[in-house]
């Protein structure tokens, strides 16, 4: 069964970096197709997608949100790293990551459980 | 971006009832159209991909249709955990969007 788990602050402040690690059991990063991805939900809104990478270290990012998003994988320690910059209050909400089965095709059909990220001074 | 608009934005329904709500996209996504649940403080969960594809250990209660901008997920027999939040999302090209979602609320 494909698990994966996100971690990181639960409090940054205005102007700082965010960094959230997925570590993800039960699949590889190095075989092909797969990608992991990450998902944002702010407080009582929708899904927006931020960035996925793929086994073959493509990267996708969220148009709006590409100038301050960079995504990365450490496939020896089953992680996907993603570092936000600029954190704005604007920018709580919950970070899922989320397992993608199908190059170019964006869909999750595993999902971690979630961290709540509270940007503040 | 291709927007994802669900309707209604909440239904009230019975246990045991047929319900069935929609999305449209802003354009042609052809099959491309993703159904999840989700319930309060939990991750969405995967029902359907390709618009009619039941995604593993789904029930089969759950029913997708739909092609190019007009979609309909419709569950048979509501269960009482059913009731949640349901988002659609198109994966026919980048960046995915996702609908605002429909909540399910028990009457």
């Known amino acids: 069964q494909i698990t994966l788990k996100e971690s990181g602050p639960t409090l940054v402040k205005p102007t700082q970096t965010l960094t959230l690690t997925c570590t993800f059991s039960?699949?590889?990063?190095?075989?092909?197709?797969?990608?992991v991805g990450w998902i944002r939900q702010p407080p009582g809104k929708t899904l927006e997608w931020l960035a996925l990478?793929?086994?073959?270290?493509?990267?996708r990012y969220s148009p709006s949100l590409r100038s301050r998003l960079t995504i990365t994988k450490d496939t020896s320690k089953n992680q996907v790293v993603l570092t936000m910059t600029n954190m704005d209050p604007l920018d709580t909400g919950t970070y899922y990551c989320?397992?993608?089965?199908?190059?170019?095709?964006?869909?999750?059909?595993?999902w971690g459980q979630g961290t709540l990220v509270t940007v503040s001074s | 971006d291709i927007q994802m608009t669900q309707s209604p934005s909440s239904l009230s329904a019975s246990v045991g009832d047929r319900v069935t709500f929609t999305c449209r996209a802003s354009?042609?996504?052809?099959?491309?159209l993703n159904w999840y649940q989700q319930k309060p403080g939990k991750a969405p969960k995967l029902l359907i991909y390709a618009a009619s594809t039941l995604q593993s250990g789904v029930p089969s209660t759950f029913r997708g249709s739909g092609s190019g901008t007009d979609f309909t997920l419709t569950i048979s027999g509501l269960q009482p955990e059913d009731f949640a939040t349901y988002y659609c999302q198109q994966s026919y090209s980048s960046p995915p969007t996702f609908g605002q979602g429909t909540k399910v609320e028990i009457k």
């Open positions: 039960e699949f590889s990063l190095s075989t092909g197709e797969v990608g």
């Open positions: 990478i793929y086994w073959d270290d493509d990267e």
């Open positions: 989320a397992h993608s089965p199908y190059y170019n095709n964006y869909f999750f059909d595993y």
């Open positions: 354009q042609s996504i052809s099959n491309y």
